[in-house]
């Protein structure tokens, strides 16, 4: 039986270059750089936590599929019970009917296996990000003339994108959010608390801060927590601030509506599909944190408001289950031939 990789790339691999060394020290960031070669924490990324959910639901779909380390970053900070395969074992000659799937952020990863079936899955809308990755020789190339097979991505809004970018047609298998972990607690809830995910923009996260220093809101910044932390700081909150992007189609703001949290700031592009202004969250143009401040306003003001865009939240997340998410896996890799394979 033909068996399906997810390229689970080495994302905090440790490359001290002395030319970018030499550089931080002349900006007065030497040690800055020194600590985060020497000392960097590895931390959940949310594509990564997407590619162990299909390699766990094809495996439910009767596939042999893996998560495959390509170096010293697993990524499994949310207790998935999945067994991992690691490419000192794999190697890279496989067979005419396996699959390997290789994230868009490193664009020639999967095109290192030799024989396979390669497929890119997008995450993101940050072309500028992939175009700065090519050599000089593929600049201008889309994922089918760089050497993939086939592209998927993770919203239907990116295959629209891809469309207008790269005249690519590509299929969408779109998140979906285990309801099942993901649900709110409203005995938990703390008013007036507002959570964000320091990851995204924290510029902008201070700004926002800043500029609402006089509204009756505590701010709870929090980074690389488990999945089950993470649920648990959304059922805390009241509020989820949205400051990504651009973003292809954004977990945390979906999951954040499914615990309860009132959902403002940001779509990223690919919150677009749920994020829906004055009905399931408030959205402000991608940087407008002077909108955001505005409308945090509002919400103080308005408290019945909030419950009708928390309640509308949740409602629209309830929507995107684990369970379309598969059938749309299922109805994608059926048109590959695995023997065995119902």
């Known amino acids: 039986m033909a068996t399906i990789y997810y390229l689970i790339p080495d994302l905090h691999k440790k490359e001290f270059k002395l030319k970018d060394c030499l550089k931080s020290v002349i900006s007065g960031q030497g040690i800055a750089y020194f600590k985060n070669k020497v000392f960097r924490k590895h931390k959940p990324v949310g594509g990564i936590k997407v590619m162990y959910q299909h390699c766990m639901m094809l495996q439910e779909l009767g596939y042999e599929a893996y998560p495959l380390i390509m170096g010293d970053y697993v990524g499994n900070f949310f207790g998935y019970d999945i067994e991992l395969k690691y490419i000192k074992d794999v190697g890279y000659e496989l067979s005419s009917k396996d699959i390997v799937v290789s994230p868009e952020f490193l664009p020639y990863l999967g095109l290192n296996f030799k024989n396979c079936i390669k497929i890119l899955f997008n995450q993101s809308q940050s072309w500028h990000y992939y175009e700065n990755k090519l050599d000089k020789v593929d600049v201008g190339k889309n994922y089918l003339e760089l050497g993939y097979d086939s592209v998927i991505n993770c919203s239907e809004h990116l295959c629209k994108m891809l469309k207008v970018k790269m005249g690519l047609d590509s299929v969408a298998i779109t998140n979906g959010i285990d309801q099942s972990k993901f649900f709110p607690l409203p005995d ?51 509020i989820f601030l949205a400051t990504g992007y651009p973003e292809g189609l954004p977990l945390p703001q979906l999951e954040a509506m499914k615990c309860g949290c009132v959902v403002i700031g940001f779509s990223g592009g690919g919150g677009d599909e749920y994020m829906i202004d004055n009905v399931t969250s408030l959205v402000s143009s991608d940087g407008d944190c002077d909108d955001v401040v505005k409308r945090l306003r509002m919400l103080q003001k308005n408290k019945s408001f909030k419950e009708e865009i928390r309640q509308g939240g949740y409602e629209k997340a309830s929507e995107y289950t684990i369970e379309n998410t598969k059938r749309m896996l299922g109805d994608f890799y059926s048109k590959f031939y695995f023997k065995g394979v119902k």
């Open 188 to 238: 938990m809830r703390i008013e007036g608390r507002v959570l964000v995910l320091s990851r995204k923009h924290p510029e902008h996260i201070q700004d926002i801060i800043s500029a609402s220093s006089g509204l009756n809101f505590n701010f709870h910044i929090v980074d690389g927590l488990t999945e089950a932390e993470l649920i648990n700081e959304y059922q805390q909150a009241d």
